[in-house]
């Protein structure tokens, strides 16, 4: 990604204190092609914060959020007519029907293309459920709601906070056929945030994970999850061996899994290389392998799991 290109979402250096609080200590994003990118955290890393600064709803403390060349804070108006967003609690009318409160929104969007409604509704799935009351639908269809009308403003970047939050299987797949036909087939860039490594991986070509106000890695779900093996140890002698490694001074990202099994994370040590330093050191070793680390263990690598002490 070339620096000074225009991007379609451009985030340099930015910061937001809320009194004591760093929600963000100086984050950089560049989106700069259609796709559906994932921006993964656990809670409180600073997600719906930086949705709403890249929306023009707070201010930052420092940096500066372009969208295309358009600076958000010089001109908010301007630079958010091109992004639709969903946030995690969106409001709607109960006693109106799904086609209904499209129609309101877009009728205070200053649109009158009334058919719009309609066909947002069949392509998030809705045709059918277009005339109920939206107060009679699931969670998963106020999502696809929610997605429709962030749409209605045909926006170039749609950003969705926690939008498989609360679905089921089914649900994820919904959005797992949706969002892709959304950044390919209309040239959008769809950015959506998420505590589950798992699900993202399964809907973004490109993930962005953040911790504690600050990125702690960035790639497409492959490139996270190379060159990063675990290797799987059996020994009866398992405490011993974990001391051994980690005085050795050769790693201290041990995990236990069993009595009798650890993984451990030694870059760049192939298992036969520790093999035989274990049982030089006179440690049994009754089985070592090399485990690809799955994408929630990334994940829970770089963030330390749920963070809520703040
Ligand atoms: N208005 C506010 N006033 C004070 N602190 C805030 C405010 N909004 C957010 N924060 C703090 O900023 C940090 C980031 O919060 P944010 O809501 O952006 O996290 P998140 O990644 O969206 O989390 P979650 O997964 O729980 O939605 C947290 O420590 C939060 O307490
Ligand atoms: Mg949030």
Redesign the pocket.
């Known amino acids: 990604m070339a620096d000074n290109t225009t991007a379609m979402l451009r985030v340099e250096k930015l910061e937001k204190r809320?009194?004591r609080?760093h929600?963000l200590k100086g984050i950089d994003i560049v989106l700069d092609r259609p796709g559906v990118y994932g921006f993964l955290?656990?809670?409180?890393?600073?997600?719906?914060?930086?949705f709403k600064l890249i929306g023009g709803l707070l201010r930052p403390t420092s940096g500066r959020i372009l969208i295309g060349n358009i600076d958000v804070r010089a001109e908010t108006a301007k630079a958010v007519s091109r992004l639709g967003i969903l946030f995690?609690q969106p409001a709607y009318y109960p006693y109106l029907t799904g086609r209904e409160n499209l129609s309101v929104f877009n009728r205070w969007m200053g649109r009158d293309d009334q058919n719009r409604a309609g066909r947002l509704l069949d392509m998030v799935d809705l045709g059918g459920a277009g005339g109920r009351k939206v107060g009679g639908y699931s969670w998963g269809m106020k999502r696809r709601l929610g997605i429709a009308a962030a749409l209605l403003g045909d926006p170039e970047i749609l950003l969705l906070?926690?939008p498989t939050n609360g679905l089921d299987p089914a649900g994820i797949a919904d959005m797992r056929k949706l969002l892709p036909r959304l950044a390919w087939e209309e040239g959008r860039t769809v950015l959506l945030?998420s505590?589950r490594m798992e699900e993202v991986s399964q809907i973004c070509d490109h993930v962005t994970i953040?911790n504690r106000?600050e990125i702690v890695a960035s790639g497409s779900p492959a490139e996270l999850s190379t060159g990063q093996p675990w290797i799987e140890i059996e020994s009866p002698d398992v405490d011993m061996a974990a001391r051994f490694l980690e005085e050795s001074g050769l790693t201290d990202d041990i995990k236990r899994k069993s009595a009798t099994v650890i993984e451990v994370l030694a870059a760049g040590k192939k298992p036969s290389a520790i093999n035989a330093l274990l049982v030089e050191n006179g440690l049994e070793v009754t089985g070592i392998r090399e485990k690809r680390e799955s994408l929630e263990d990334i994940f829970f690598r770089l963030t330390g799991g749920v963070d809520d002490d703040?």
Do not use: M
């Open positions: 809320f009194g609080v929600a955290g656990p809670n409180g890393a600073g997600k719906t914060t930086t995690d906070d926690e945030s505590h953040i106000g703040r």
